[in-house]
């Protein structure tokens, strides 16, 4: 069905900034919605933000006019950058990808994520 690849995690001090991304392949043109989760040890899943079919994209409230999430079609690649970041910005980040199989069969992809720290 789906196949997800982030790159683009590191270190980096505070206030710099990160570029994330997420390589889709296989049946791509059955993707509804693209997400980048982050996942900090003690801490649930949570998500970061999302470009839904129809345009729509929104933001975590802890992450708005500071991170970025965009798309190349041609490459069928998402981003995150990732600007003015804090240590609190510090977890694994995953890409997920959710569409339809067919009519009455929905996927759930996820990538195998990509570590953020980010140092004071």
């Known amino acids: 069905q789906v196949h997800l690849v982030e790159s683009g995690g590191g270190l980096v001090q505070a206030g710099g900034s990160l570029r994330l991304s997420c390589a889709a392949s296989g049946s791509i043109f059955s993707i509804n919605t693209m997400a980048w989760y982050r996942q900090a040890p003690g801490n649930e899943r949570e998500q970061v933000a999302v470009?839904?079919?129809?345009?729509?994209?929104n933001y975590a409230d802890s992450v708005k006019g500071r991170f970025t999430i965009s798309r190349d079609n041609a490459k069928n690649t998402v981003y995150l950058q990732m600007n003015s970041l804090k240590p609190e910005d510090t977890a694994d980040y995953y890409c997920?990808?959710?569409?339809?199989?067919?009519?009455?069969?929905?996927?759930?992809?996820w990538g195998q994520g990509t570590q953020v720290t980010v140092s004071s």
């Open positions: 470009i839904i079919s129809g345009g729509r994209i």
């Open positions: 997920n990808a959710r569409g339809k199989v067919d009519p009455y069969k929905s996927f759930d992809s």
